[in-house]
């Protein structure tokens, strides 16, 4: 009940500051939350169960792309199409973590076949007309909130505030519950956990089928944020890769960690290309990548780990 | 009581010409401690993680409380009432101790009132419950060993199989492991212990299972199997046993 009413205040916090930044303030706030909320999606399966996915921009990818043609062929209310996407993305972390895990592959094997699936996905989708192939959709703007379209950005801090925060109470409820425990079980020692009566198999294809249909949450939000996606945008390697290392970064066998690598990395990113423009092309991605071998080095478990340690120290 | 908990029926296990297990057949009552012995490479081991659902038996059959259960995978053992341990210890190494063992209270998936108090009972049965806020990697390998008991014992086993929980140990730390396991045996588990340490297992068994090169060589009470010419060949070699 405490890390509820924590998250209650945090997330009302937020909501109360947002009216107040500025509109690229707003535009950051939009980012962090929707990049948070696919991080901690991944963090669910990659940190909590550990197995590493490197196609999490599948999920992210197929919400966003569901919901915009539904929209765009029959009006359908992208909020329907926000629950239809989180239906679909958990159909495909179940069947791409059965079709993996029932072969006993796990570890690399996993990582490559998750990636394998959203490259795969991007160029069928690139091929197909009717989801405007390469060129990608473009989404007519009608603000209205049964559009999920907004005038001004405040709204849009709001709803991506909102996933981020069904993504956080979906992961206090896991780790409170038994299948909290399947997933540390997992994660430490399959054979222990099968020795203690947890069916791995299974257990894993419940982590990637919540991480994937949590991860497809924000693809509806992105698209109607940006009026536009295209393959590469959503389905692409970046986002994948993203993901997973704002969790690094952020923090791995933690549950907020890969928050926490959000809120440092992505105005930090948004940041040095700002500043840098111009100048030398890729400089920022050069700092950027400076900047990740630092935090490896000298944090290894993380942001959150260097953060905990602190406040021990402290403590003690 | 009728008929025993676990039955073991011709079973073998052969890797590809190798015969690790060949017609290995016996039975444990609901209350006992069947000690299973034999030199290295006898195929204890193997037997062991035949049980207990990690490997797949060629031949044979094994059934527990009258079910066969030959072949089924090892979480399904779990919830039937069969706990195992590891000769080498596999503790979930980044949690607590007392996450280790909650683990083992929900593991099975049935009905709890409390896991966490549930899994410090069953700490302070193996007397680990002062270690339960340290991270499991960082405890000494006694400590370690009787964790994996309490794991183990935290999913509620009839059976529990222990593969060679006194071995590394000094005796001070085997004394105490063999009070706990005798504890545990008294309230109505029953238990097949793979052990070397010779002076633990003769004491704590109610009967013992010999086996070497794969095969049952002598079954019977303790002291009657220690003295049968066929095991001291095994342990000892002919040319020891002829100057005998």
């Given amino acids: 009940m405490k890390s509820m009413l924590a998250l209650g205040l945090v997330v009302a916090l937020l909501a ?47 919400g966003a792309y569901l919901s915009t043609a539904l929209y765009l062929n029959l009006g359908l209310s992208p909020w329907i199409g926000l629950v239809l996407a989180a239906c679909l993305g958990g159909a495909l972390g179940a069947l791409m973590g059965y079709t993996v895990f029932r072969r006993k592959l796990s570890g690399v094997y996993f990582a490559l076949v998750t990636l394998a699936l959203a490259e795969m996905t991007l160029h069928i989708v690139s091929n197909v007309p009717a ?26 801090c709001y709803v991506a505030l909102g996933v981020l925060a069904v993504v956080a109470v979906a992961i206090i409820a896991i780790h409170r519950s038994r299948l909290g425990y399947v997933f540390l079980a997992i994660r ?10 947890i069916d791995v198999v299974q257990g894993k294809v419940i982590a990637a089928a919540i991480s994937g249909a949590l991860a497809a949450l924000v693809g509806p939000i992105y698209a109607n944020y940006v009026l536009f996606i295209d393959p590469e945008s959503v389905f692409g390697i970046t986002l994948s890769i993203d993901a997973l290392l704002f969790s690094f970064v952020g923090g791995l066998g933690s549950l907020f960690g890969p928050l926490l690598g959000t809120v440092v990395l ?12 111009g100048r030398l092309a890729g400089i920022h991605l050069i700092i950027y990548g ?21 406040i021990a120290r402290r403590r003690a | 009581m009728s008929g025993p908990l676990l039955q073991v029926r011709a079973v073998s296990r052969w890797f590809g010409g190798l015969r690790a297990v060949d017609e290995v057949s016996f039975d444990l009552g609901s209350h006992e401690i069947l000690g299973l012995i034999g030199p290295n490479g006898a195929g204890k081991t193997t037997l062991f993680e035949t049980i207990s659902g990690f490997i797949r038996p060629t031949k044979g059959a094994v059934t ?11 979480h399904r053992l779990a919830r039937l009432g069969i706990g195992r341990t590891f000769q080498i210890v596999q503790p979930f190494r980044e949690v607590s101790v007392l996450e280790n063992v909650i683990a083992g209270v929900l593991g099975p998936n049935r009905p709890t009132a409390d896991p966490r108090v549930e899994a410090m009972a069953v700490l302070t049965r193996v007397r680990l419950d002062h270690r339960a806020g340290v991270l499991a990697r960082n405890l000494s390998l006694p400590e370690k060993k009787r964790l994996e008991i309490a794991r183990a014992l935290a999913t509620r086993p009839r059976l529990l199989l222990l593969d060679e929980v006194m071995a590394g140990l000094t005796p001070a730390e085997i004394d105490e492991i063999m009070v706990i396991l005798a504890d545990i045996r008294r309230e109505g588990v029953a238990l097949l212990i793979v052990e070397h340490v010779m002076r633990a297992i003769m004491s704590l068994s109610d009967r013992l299972v010999v086996m070497a090169n794969g095969r049952k060589i002598a079954e019977g009470l303790p002291a009657i199997v220690a003295a049968d010419p066929a095991v001291i060949e095994a342990y000892l070699g002919r040319r020891h046993h002829g100057a005998a």
């Fill in chain 1, 266 to 277: 992505v105005p930090l990113t948004e940041l040095l290309r700002g500043l840098l423009a």
């Fill in chain 2, 64 to 74: 527990f409380d009258g079910r066969d259960i030959t072949g089924q995978p090892p």
């Fill in chain 1, 290 to 310: 400076v900047i990740l071998v630092l935090v490896m080095r000298l944090a290894p478990r993380g942001l959150w780990g260097l953060l905990s340690d602190a």
């Fill in chain 1, 131 to 156: 989801l405007g192939a390469a060129n990608g959709l473009a989404i007519p703007a009608q603000p209205s909130m049964a559009n999920l379209q907004f005038a001004s950005k405040l709204g849009y």
């Fill in chain 1, 16 to 62: 109360a500051v947002a009216p107040f930044l500025s509109i690229y303030g707003q535009h950051i706030f939009v980012l962090v939350a929707l990049y948070g909320a696919v991080a901690l999606a991944w963090n669910i399966l990659g940190g909590m169960a550990g197995q590493m996915s490197l196609g999490h921009a599948l999920f992210v990818g197929a």
């Fill in chain 1, 188 to 197: 430490e020692n399959e054979r222990s956990a099968a020795a203690l009566g």
